[in-house]
């Protein structure tokens, strides 16, 4: 059974090496020291988001990593999923569509209105996204690095 749980500052040295290791599976050329300081800032800022940890039974398998902006054309709030990683060994069995679902949910209590997220054309994982009902956005996506 797949449960979530808010990851706390006292969470951080279990969640750097699984967004050590999604930035890694990803190609994402971060610093260790880029990675410690964003989890430190978004978990002792719960205004920013949250990070919930995927749990099967008490062992951690994955995170799931939310942002918040806010948005009028939704009403309020809206999420980020910038970040979900579920171990290799629990993929295809339902962990991921299950983080998902409770993801939503915690969200919905939040007042979280609406959740995006960012996703290659390429990766595995979209067919999860498709099969769940996300729809890709008729905007596209630009960034401009500030710092």
């Given at each position: 059974m797949i449960t979530l749980r808010i990851a706390t500052p006292a969470d951080a040295p279990l969640?750097?090496?699984l967004t050590r290791a999604l930035n890694d599976h990803?190609?994402?050329?971060?610093?260790?020291?880029t990675l410690q300081r964003g989890l430190a800032e978004l978990l002792g800022d719960p205004a920013l988001g949250r990070i919930f940890i995927v749990e099967s039974g008490t062992q951690p398998i994955g995170?799931?990593?939310?942002?918040?902006?806010?948005?009028?054309?939704?009403?309020?709030?809206e999420?980020?999923?910038t970040e979900l990683w579920i171990a290799a060994e629990h993929r295809k069995g339902g962990a991921g569509a299950g983080?998902?679902?409770q993801i939503e949910e915690q969200l919905k209590g939040l007042g979280v209105r609406a959740l995006h997220l960012q996703v290659r054309p390429d990766n595995p994982a979209k067919?999860?996204?498709?099969?769940?009902?996300w729809e890709a956005s008729?905007?596209?996506?630009?960034t401009r690095r500030l710092a």
């Open positions: 969640l750097f090496p990803e190609g994402i050329t971060v610093s260790d020291e995170y799931g990593l939310v942002t918040f902006a806010f948005d009028l054309e939704f009403g309020g709030r999420g980020w999923l983080a998902l679902a067919r999860l996204y498709d099969r769940l009902g008729p905007r596209i996506v630009m």
